[in-house]
Nanobody
Framework: QVQLVESGGGLVQAGGSLRLSCAAS????????MGWARQAPGKPRELVAE???????NYADSVKGRFAISRDDAKKTVYLQMNSLKPEDTAVYYC????????????????WGQGTQVTVSS
């Protein structure tokens, strides 16, 4: 069984920083793209950042220059470094990954973590 577990959320003042981590575990053959999305109350979930298996990254316009995504394949972990945080960054942050489980015949599936709350006070 494959699981994604996030950590690192919390309460921070505007202008501060947080680092989120998301570790994949279980019977994993390979991991393709990994990323982070967020959902604020009353709003749809939106992509924040993603990183391919080759290391290419992509960001939402609202976080460019402030957030940085990275991955450590040996640890099966993706990170989101969030700097210069704003109150509008307040949301539940979810990690996601395209994972090929062991014995899946090369097919990958999308998995989501349970989410971690990030609250930025003004």
């Amino acid at each position: 069984q494959v699981q994604l577990v996030e950590s690192g959320g919390g309460l921070v003042q505007a202008g501060g920083s947080l680092r989120l981590s998301c570790a994949a575990s279980g019977s994993i053959f390979s991991i393709n793209d990994m990323g982070w999305a967020r959902q604020a109350p009353g709003k749809p979930r939106e992509l924040v950042a993603e990183v391919t298996s080759g290391g290419s990254s992509n960001y939402a316009d609202s976080v460019k220059g402030r957030f940085a995504i990275s991955r450590d394949d040996a640890k099966k972990t993706v990170y989101l470094q969030m700097n210069s945080l704003k109150p509008e960054d307040t949301a539940v942050y979810y990690c996601n990954a395209q994972i090929t489980p062991t014995g899946a015949g090369g097919y990958f599936y999308g998995y989501w973590g349970q989410g971690t709350q990030v609250t930025v006070s003004s």
